[in-house]
């Protein structure tokens, strides 16, 4: 079992920052892959970031890009992801997710955090 506990999100202003963390218990994370999900009001969970459990791969969605860069410290056994230029249309329940190997699939991963709040107004 893997425990993910997200922190970070809040309100930002249109072009601001913000930096969200999970961090992870339980089984030996530093095996493990990690990724970041979002969800907005009335829409389908979708894809932002994933990270191998080395580091050495990533991977992000179209719409993030640039923005956006997903890392780790196993050292800390945590997963950030450091959101640049945000966008109102960024506005979600941000959510980090664990598995075995890297994904962009929702559906292939095992844990969950809990989510947490991103909101950037206009």
């Known amino acids: 079992q893997v425990q993910l506990v997200e922190s970070g999100g809040g309100l930002v202003q249109a072009g601001g920052s913000l930096r969200l963390s999970c961090a992870a218990s339980g089984r030996t994370f530093k095996n493990y892959a990690g990724a970041w999900f979002r969800q907005a009001p009335g829409k389908e969970r979708e894809f932002v970031a994933a990270i191998s459990w080395s580091g050495s791969g990533t991977y992000y969605a179209d719409s993030v890009k640039g923005r956006f860069t997903i890392s780790r410290d196993n050292a800390k056994n945590t997963v950030a992801l450091q959101m640049n230029s945000l966008k109102p249309e960024d506005t979600a329940v941000y959510y980090c997710?664990?598995?075995?190997?890297?994904?962009?699939?929702?559906?292939?991963?095992?844990?969950w955090g809990q989510g947490t709040q991103v909101t950037v107004s206009s």
């Open positions: 997710a664990s598995r075995n190997s890297i994904s962009t699939k929702g559906s292939d991963y095992d844990y």
